[in-house]
C-alpha cells in the first residue's frame, strides 16, 4: 500500500513537471522559459503515455501542425554544428 502510494506520488510530481513546460501553442520544452520544440514534445507524449495519461491531442495537433517543418526546423549535427533541415 505505501508503495502504490508512493508510486502516485511520484507520477503526480512528473505530471505536474510537464504541466509546468506546456506552452500555450501546445508543445513542450526542458524549461518553462524555452520555446516548446519537437524533440521535448515527443517525450512528453511518450511519458504521459507511459503513465496511461490522456495527451491533449487538439493543442498538441494544433503545435505539430502548425511547425514549418521544410524551413524553420532546426537540429544539431553530431559536430555540434546548428544546421536546417
Given at each position: 500500500?505505501?508503495r502504490?502510494?508512493?508510486r502516485r506520488?511520484?507520477?503526480?510530481r512528473?505530471?505536474?513537471?510537464?504541466?509546468?513546460?506546456?506552452?500555450?501553442?501546445?508543445?513542450?520544452?526542458?524549461?518553462?522559459?524555452?520555446?516548446?520544440?519537437?524533440?521535448?514534445?515527443?517525450?512528453?507524449i511518450?511519458?504521459?503515455?507511459?503513465v496511461?495519461?490522456?495527451?491533449?491531442?487538439?493543442?498538441?495537433?494544433s503545435?505539430?501542425?502548425n511547425?514549418?517543418?521544410?524551413?524553420?526546423?532546426l537540429?544539431?549535427?553530431?559536430i555540434?554544428?546548428?544546421?536546417?533541415?
Amino acid at each position: 500500500m505505501e508503495r502504490e502510494l508512493s508510486r502516485r506520488l511520484e507520477v503526480a510530481r512528473v505530471l505536474q513537471f510537464l504541466k509546468d513546460r506546456e506552452s500555450k501553442e501546445g508543445g513542450l520544452s526542458l524549461t518553462p522559459d524555452l520555446y516548446p520544440d519537437i524533440e521535448d514534445t515527443y517525450f512528453s507524449i511518450r511519458i504521459l503515455q507511459l503513465v496511461n495519461r490522456e495527451v491533449d491531442r487538439g493543442k498538441t495537433g494544433s503545435y505539430l501542425k502548425n511547425i514549418d517543418w521544410i524551413h524553420g526546423y532546426l537540429r544539431y549535427s553530431a559536430i555540434g554544428r546548428l544546421e536546417i533541415l
